[in-house]
């Protein structure tokens, strides 16, 4: 990136042809990895596989570390901390830390989601994160859930995934009656309370009353064992049942549900089983990020912190000079700039695809509030490691100023006096039931992420 003026390379111009072959590998990885991981819980189950074919062992709280110990922590099987204790002095050093959310917009059943009407069977949603919601109407999608039932006896499942599978339906209004919608503003015309899912048409031959509810609850019965009063203490979604699936005639580019955020999650887990580090590494897959980061699996709960305390506690080392010392990645992606919406963007400061991982100094909205902005040396110190390592990268903002914005993990990072900025892959459509990514982007956070735990 040396010269007078700055400019922005493509991947492409500028990649060997073994390099090229590296993101397309390591793009293929990636869409496995996506396609079984549509739910938080899913990530973790899919992280953990990994996790322990690389030689991680689970950890909990009381047991004993020693150096090169290789250790993941499953929190409520929708969060997961992995970890690899290095050979240098955990003070002076402190940790390397990446932190990526595993929770994606979504549609979650309602505690008592089951009604019928005109002749249809329906469940009642209540939708998850920042979603345009007609982008859900008509669009399929496949059911994810985890029930635990009144004795106890816990079942997840997965229907509409498989080709064999039938799949679900939010209804959208015909054209030839939609005049009184076009004259309405967007956020007017679809309701929450629209959002809800056809899940059965035939009536059972069991009951006098309800006969289409009572139908669905007897398949779900006879598949499941399961009752209507089950749905109190379940977790379901309604997530698109699309696979991800290459894009244009050369490939580039990756569709699929969910980049956002696993397409830094996922860089970041490898990145780290990968990790030859002699320092302390860590990665955060978190949940919750979608909603504010709340709840016991989110970025605001004590978790993190007590872990780290934990580590130090097993070296006799200060949690408060190892977290002033520690640097993080908050691997969270951003948007790329799209040519079909180009009055939102700032055309010099948002990231284009397929010129590598943005790095954001800072995020938020407006007069960047509800943000970490970083200093000056990491965003220096981040430069250098990126050209060292050969690292396609460019910086980045979400949108013009004043119109919007968003928020990530690392100010609550950034609380505990940990060194944090933002880096990720640019997404088009993000949080659209359908994302587009480039696998140059996706590739080059994945490089980002080793050079960082280097």
């Given at each position: 990136?040396?010269?007078?003026i ?20 390591f793009?293929g ?35 004993k ?19 690899k ?88 209004l015909?054209p ?48 499941f ?195 944090t ?23 080059s ?10």
């Amino acid at each position: 990136m040396e010269g007078l003026i700055y400019k922005k390379q493509n991947f492409y111009d500028i990649a060997s042809e073994k390099e090229i072959k590296d993101a397309e590998n390591f793009a293929g990885e990636y869409m496995q990895f996506l396609d079984k991981a549509k739910t938080e819980r899913e990530a973790c189950r899919e992280a953990v596989i990994l996790a322990e074919q690389a030689g991680f062992k689970q950890f909990d709280f009381g047991q004993k570390l020693k150096k090169g110990d290789k250790r993941y922590f499953l929190n409520h099987n929708k969060e997961i901390i992995l970890f690899k204790i290095g050979s240098n002095n955990l003070e002076e050093a402190g940790m390397k830390i990446i932190g990526a959310h595993i929770d994606s917009p979504r549609l979650d059943l309602k505690p008592n989601p089951v009604f019928e009407e005109g002749g249809m069977c329906y469940f009642k949603t209540h939708y998850y994160g920042g979603i345009r919601k007609y982008q859900y109407l008509t669009s399929p999608l496949s059911l994810h859930g985890a029930v635990v039932k009144a004795n106890g006896e816990k079942f997840e499942f997965v229907i509409g995934e498989n080709q064999d599978d039938p799949i679900f339906y939010i209804s959208d209004l015909l054209p030839h009656l939609s005049q009184g919608q076009e004259e309405q503003k967007l956020r007017e015309v679809f309701s929450g309370e629209q959002l809800n899912l056809v899940v059965g048409g035939k009536t059972s031959k069991k009951q006098k009353e309800q006969k289409l509810k009572n139908n669905v609850l007897e398949i779900l019965k006879s598949r499941f064992g399961m009752s209507d009063a089950d749905f109190m203490s379940s977790e379901i979604s309604a997530v698109p049942m699309h696979k991800a699936r290459e894009v244009g005639f050369d490939r580039a580019f990756i569709a699929g549900y969910g980049h956002d955020d696993k397409s830094c999650a996922y860089p970041a887990l490898r990145a780290i089983l990968e990790s030859k580090s002699d320092e302390t590494v860590m990665v955060w897959l978190v949940d919750k990020e979608e909603i504010g980061s709340e709840g016991n699996t989110g970025a605001q709960s004590k978790l993190f912190e007590d872990l780290i305390d934990e580590i130090c506690d097993n070296f006799n080392a200060s949690p408060r000079k190892v977290r002033r010392n520690s640097k993080c990645l908050s691997a969270d992606v951003t948007s790329a700039y799209d040519p079909n919406y180009s009055t939102v963007f700032d055309k010099t400061n948002v990231a284009q695809v397929s010129c590598g991982t943005c790095i954001m100094k800072y995020d938020g909205a407006k007069g960047k509030s509800d943000s970490n902005d970083a200093s000056a040396e990491l965003m220096g110190e981040l430069r250098k490691a990126m050209e060292e390592a050969g690292v396609l990268w460019q910086t980045g903002e979400l949108g013009r100023v004043d119109l919007g914005g968003g928020g990530t993990i690392s100010k609550f990072i950034a609380k505990l006096n940990i060194d944090t900025i933002d880096i990720g892959v640019p997404v088009i459509s993000m949080h659209a039931p359908y994302e587009l990514i480039s696998k140059a982007d996706l590739y080059s956070t994945y490089k980002a992420f080793k050079a960082f735990f280097k």
